[in-house]
């Protein structure tokens, strides 16, 4: 396994893999090594022949008031991780290498962007989508792989990559869930004992959610405060958003059908603010 | 040399020639072909194995009350022209296979763009950088040819590829000028006689800062005022804008050297607007 931290290093290495005919799959992630990212990178080495990761906390896609400064940086530890599921190059630049001082250039989506944690993270998107598209023109792989925890992020890297002509398939992946039922995230480590003693609730609203449409329920609204009341529970927690939407366009559902909605949740607790989500009836 | 009008059969068509290791030109227009044009599909040919070219009037770069509509299309004539200089594939798609009906993703750059012609023209350069990007994806070239007549445009393109690091060339060509110093432009063909007959004095008006400024002038309000003189003779001519600006940064230049500078106008001619440009001491 290789730590590479230049571009023009890496350009080099994966120029050299795809003219011997390999392919190449790609996980982006910003450090902090989970089972979440391991399991995308775990089928990336399944479905590629070269599987090449990124380690960089992108100072772009974070606001004023983020966790940019504190959010956990491991590299020794990530690379550990990342050789046991037979990575192959972890691509790790600093700030400088990624953004030059006269940086100038970004991509956005308008209306995916603008909805759910767009609205509290109001640049964050295009912070993602431009990094995104950096490190897929650097990395050029046949194949990028997401976590559905991160659902609004995924579904805009597919519509940049669907509407810039990309070369490139998009794939997303299941979350991976602690035993109780929280979403593995980087940030889990923020939270205090009691706080990750409660936070199972957030997916067990989502089931609670999901069991209700399934069983009939046609009113978001009902959905939405059920979940609420599950939620309420989890100390020192704010919500930020609970919403049902279509899977595709993420437009709010006014009326619910047996299938075709995603339940999408943001909640802070203390200090860390914890995303997750719920598909009804995905394909 | 064939035409293609979808975005599928030309990947194939390109994906084919790539592997066969051709190298791939590319010369990006919206048609109503002149020498400008072809002059960079000849250097294109000269440079690689293939030369696709695109025929795209495209509505994104066009603010609601410019000239799209009223934008001239003639794809028979295109073809012939391109054909004389051996281009390999004209990309001719309609709008509807650019961009879909929920299209959401747009590329800018945000310093370059708000200044000169993003000062009129808005939303402009979003919709140029967002077509070039998807183009780029589309026809994948290794080197794409820009004329400097859009100077601003070929620094944001540039711009645009460095930072986002995309994997090909740009080169920017002189512009290509009539007889009597015109800049060639799709919409000369707008002028009425009487227009077109003084339109020259654009390019004089270029000239002469340039060699006053070679002279040693060093204030810019001294140049751009005698230009104004030698423009205002053009019948019924509104002056957009004349600057003197760093040739990279685009910024304004408070006092003129020698060198490094590039004199850049946009005038309305009736209800045409022109651009042109000079640079000082290009190396």
């Excluded at 192959?88 to 909805?115: C, G, H, R, S």
């Excluded at 940030?187 to 067990?204: E, G, T, V």
């Amino acid at each position: 396994m290789k730590i590479i931290r230049t571009i023009r290093i890496l350009k080099k290495e994966i120029g050299r893999a795809k003219n011997r005919g390999l392919k190449v799959g790609f996980v982006p992630t910003m450090g902090a090594l989970h089972q979440g990212h391991l399991n995308l990178m775990r089928r990336a080495k399944k479905e590629n022949d070269l599987v090449a990761i990124s380690v960089f906390v992108n100072p772009k896609q974070f606001g004023p008031k983020e966790d940019f400064t504190r959010y956990p940086r491991d590299l020794n530890s990530d690379a550990k991780l990342a050789r046991t599921v037979g990575v192959d190059i972890i691509f790790a630049p600093n700030d400088e290498e990624m953004y030059q001082t006269d940086f100038d250039t970004f991509v956005e989506t308008l209306n995916l962007a603008n909805k759910l944690c767009g609205r509290s993270r109001s640049r964050h998107f295009r912070g993602v989508l431009t990094v995104v598209m950096k490190l897929f023109n650097i990395v050029e792989p046949d194949t990028a792989y997401f976590g559905q925890k991160d659902y609004q992020q995924a579904q805009i890297v597919k519509k940049m990559v669907s509407d810039l002509n990309m070369n490139l398939r998009v794939k997303v992946l299941p979350t991976v869930r602690e035993r109780d039922g929280l979403a593995m995230s980087s940030r889990n480590r923020y939270l205090s004992l009691a706080q990750r003693m409660n936070a199972y609730l957030l997916y067990k609203s989502l089931l609670w959610a999901k069991k209700n449409i399934l069983a009939g329920e046609k009113n978001p609204a009902k959905i939405i405060s059920g979940m609420k009341n599950v939620i309420k529970v989890i100390p020192q927690s704010r919500i930020d958003y609970i919403e049902i939407v279509d899977p595709v366009t993420l437009e709010k559902k006014s009326k619910l059908s047996h299938c075709g909605a995603a339940v999408l949740l943001a909640v802070h607790v203390g200090k860390t603010r914890l995303i997750d989500n719920i598909i009804i009836c995905e394909s």
